[in-house]
C-alpha cells in the first residue's frame, strides 16, 4: 500500500518540527511502490472543475515498468492535454522565454500535472504560481532537492537566480520509477544530498555572523541526520531500490525544510555557488553542463576543504577587512566580464554581493574569531567522509570526472568567484574578508582536494 504521511515519512517530520498549525504548502506527499497507479485519483481530487489536465514535460525519454513513463502517465488521466517545454534534442533550460511558453501554455489548466527533472518542476511550479493553478509533481529520479518547495532556480540575465514560486499541491513519488532512472541521475542525487553538510555549514556561519537571522540548529540537525543515514548506503547506489529511497526521502526532506526556511540556504552554500557558476559559464559559451547534482557533489568537497583551510590557517588573532563597496563592484563585475562584456550578468550578482558586504559587520567578524576554533572543529564538514562516499557512489569526485568535464581554468574560476556571486554568505566570504583568499589560498585548496583524490 502506498504510505501517505506516515510517521516515517519527510512531511510528517517537518510537520512535527513546526507544528500542527504550521502552513505546509505541499498538501500531500505519496510515496512508496506502485505510487503512480494512485495518479489519477489524485489529480482528479487535485483539479479545479472547468479546465483541462494539462501534463508539461520534455521531450526527454523517460521509462519506468518497461514502457514510456509519459505515455503511463497521459493513460492515467481523463483527455489529458501535453505540453512540451524546450526544444527537442536540447537539455531545457528555466530562461526567460521557456518560463513565458510553459506559463501561456498552460494558462487555464484546471491542473497542472508536471513530470520530469528539477528544472521541468522548476519551471512548473513557476508556471503554477503565475496562473493560479492546482499542481501535481511526478518525480522521475532521486536527482534534486528542489521537487518539494516553493522556490524555483530560474537563468535570469545568465545568472543562476533562486526566485519563489509555489508549493506542489501533491508530490508523487514512484519508488520504482526512481530506481529505475539513469545511474547518473542518482548519484549526481546523491551529490546533492550531501550539500546538506556543506550547505547547513554555511549557514550556521552567516548565523553567527549576523547575516542569517533564520538559521535552526534543528532544521540542520534534521537534514544531517537524513543524509547520515543514506551515507553507509552509498556502495548499493544506484542499484539498489532500497538506498534510492532512502536518498529520495532524504532529499525530499531538504526541499521542505527550505520551503519552511523560507530560503534555500539549509542545502545550498558555497558548493551551490560553484556549480551555479559552471552553469553560467558554459551558458555563455553555448555549451552544456554537467548535471546539477554531480557538480554540487563535486563543489562539496570543495567547500569542505575550505573549511579545512581556515581551520588549519585562520587564528583568533587575524585581522579582519571587509571590502570597500567601490573597489568590490569592480571586482565583481571584472569576475563576469568575461562571460558578459555588456555587463548585465556582473550587475546583476553585484547587486547580491554588496547586500552581503552591508550586513557585515567588522566588530562581530573580530569577535566571531575568538570563538573560531572550537565553533570551527564542530561545524565544519569532513572532507575525506565526503571524498569516500562519493567515490562509492560511484559518482565524480574531481571536475575533470563531470560529463561534460569542466576544464581547470573554469573550475579554477568558479572556485575563485564563487563569494561574488550572490547575497549568501558562505566560508569563501570569511577567506575574503581575512585575507585568506589570494591565489595561493586556492592553491592550497587544490591541493588539499588532490590528497583525497578530488578537485580538479
Request: with cysteine.
Amino acid at each position: 500500500m502506498t504510505a501517505v504521511a506516515e510517521p516515517s515519512n519527510a512531511l510528517a517530520q517537518v510537520r512535527a518540527l513546526f507544528g500542527p498549525s504550521a502552513d505546509i504548502g505541499l498538501r500531500r506527499l505519496v510515496t512508496g511502490p506502485k505510487a503512480l497507479d494512485r495518479l489519477g485519483e489524485l489529480v482528479r481530487e487535485t483539479r479545479r472543475a472547468g479546465g483541462p489536465i494539462v501534463v508539461l514535460t520534455d521531450a526527454t525519454l523517460k521509462r519506468a515498468y518497461g514502457t514510456d513513463l509519459t505515455t503511463a502517465v497521459l493513460s492515467r488521466l481523463d483527455q489529458p492535454k501535453p505540453v512540451v517545454a524546450g526544444t527537442p534534442g536540447h537539455a531545457t533550460v528555466a530562461d526567460p522565454a521557456t518560463v513565458a511558453d510553459a506559463v501561456a501554455r498552460t494558462a487555464g489548466a484546471g491542473v497542472l500535472v508536471t513530470l520530469g527533472s528539477g528544472t521541468i518542476s522548476d519551471i512548473g511550479k513557476v508556471a503554477a504560481a503565475r496562473n493560479g493553478l492546482p499542481h501535481v509533481v511526478v518525480q522521475t529520479a532521486a536527482s534534486v532537492n528542489g521537487y518539494a518547495n516553493d522556490h524555483s532556480v530560474l537563468l535570469l540575465n545568465g545568472v543562476k537566480t533562486t526566485v519563489p514560486s509555489a508549493w506542489p499541491d501533491v508530490l508523487l513519488i514512484d519508488e520504482e520509477t526512481l530506481a529505475g532512472a539513469p545511474p547518473e541521475l542518482t548519484r549526481a542525487g546523491f551529490g546533492d544530498l550531501i550539500s546538506v553538510y556543506t550547505g547547513s555549514a554555511d549557514w550556521a556561519l552567516a548565523g553567527e555572523l549576523g547575516v542569517d537571522h533564520g538559521y535552526r540548529p534543528d532544521l540542520a540537525r534534521l537534514l544531517s541526520g537524513a543524509a547520515t543515514a543514506v551515507l553507509p548506503q552509498a556502495g548499493a547506489l544506484p542499484g539498489s531500490a532500497a538506498a534510492v529511497a532512502a536518498l529520495a526521502h532524504g532529499l525530499t526532506l531538504g526541499g521542505l525544510v527550505m520551503g519552511m526556511a523560507g530560503q534555500t540556504a539549509p542545502s545550498s552554500g558555497t558548493e551551490h555557488a560553484i556549480s551555479h557558476l559552471l552553469d553560467m559559464a558554459a551558458g555563455a559559451t553555448g555549451r552544456p553542463h554537467a548535471l546539477h547534482g554531480a557538480q554540487v557533489g563535486v563543489a562539496a568537497l570543495v567547500a569542505a576543504a575550505i573549511w579545512d583551510h581556515l581551520r588549519a590557517r585562520l587564528t583568533p588573532s587575524a585581522r579582519v577587512d571587509v571590502p570597500e563597496e567601490a573597489a568590490a563592484r569592480a571586482r565583481v563585475l571584472a569576475a563576469f566580464a568575461g562571460l558578459d562584456p555588456g555587463g548585465a550578468m556582473g550587475e546583476r550578482c553585484w547587486q547580491g554581493y554588496a547586500a552581503k558586504l552591508r550586513s557585515l559587520d567588522a566588530g562581530t567578524l573580530t569577535e566571531f574569531l575568538t570563538r573560531w576554533p572550537a565553533w570551527a572543529d564542530a561545524a565544519a564538514p569532513r572532507l575525506e567522509a565526503l571524498a569516500g562516499a562519493l567515490r562509492q557512489a560511484g559518482a565524480p569526485t574531481r571536475f575533470s570526472d563531470l560529463d561534460p568535464a569542466a576544464n581547470a581554468e573554469r573550475a579554477r574560476w568558479a572556485i575563485a568567484t564563487a563569494p561574488l556571486l550572490r547575497a549568501r554568505l558562505g566560508i569563501a566570504d570569511l577567506a575574503v574578508v581575512t585575507g585568506l583568499w589570494t591565489e595561493a589560498d586556492i592553491d592550497a585548496v587544490l591541493d588539499r582536494l588532490a590528497r583525497v583524490g578530488a578537485g580538479l
